[in-house]
């Protein structure tokens, strides 16, 4: 377990940078969330003060997110730019096709993932059967819905 901890996470330059950002806005928005706190705090009796409470927690879930963005900083190995190999890597550009058509996607490290803008996570079942896959290749994946298939149209 020591180890994963201590593993290198790899990254995009762009995943790095904005983890740094976060990090930075994070931490600015730190003072105000301790003022909250002090300011519940100095309103009476603690056991049913919610606001306090309240505070207490949402300082509680900042100062965890600092603490995992400030870890995953420290073992982040940026990768870089995957040139002309032809196969799939963290930094890759593919176009995949499947029973729903066809899809775009930037395949990134394992803390990166977003379907949502696009970035599939070489951790997640689709990401981790192209990595290394070629224009052409069908991969097969398990999804919640059951065993399913892509084929890499292109990779850039």
Known sequence: MSQERSAP?????????ALKAELTELRARRPAMVG???TARSQGDLSENFAYHDARQHLGMLDGRIQT???TLKRAQVVAE???????RIGSKVVVRDEFGESSYEIVGPTEGNMARGLI?????????LVDRRAGDT????????????TLVSVH
Not at 121 to 129: Q, R, T, W
């Open 9 to 17: 996470i790899p990254m995009t330059a762009s995943g790095f940078e």
């Open 36 to 38: 909250e706190v002090a």
């Open 69 to 71: 963005i400030e870890n």
């Open 82 to 88: 995957t040139g002309a190999t032809g196969a799939v």
């Open 121 to 129: 996570s070489v951790a997640s079942p689709l990401g981790s059967a």
């Open 139 to 150: 991969v097969t994946f398990t999804s919640p819905g059951g065993e399913r298939q892509a």
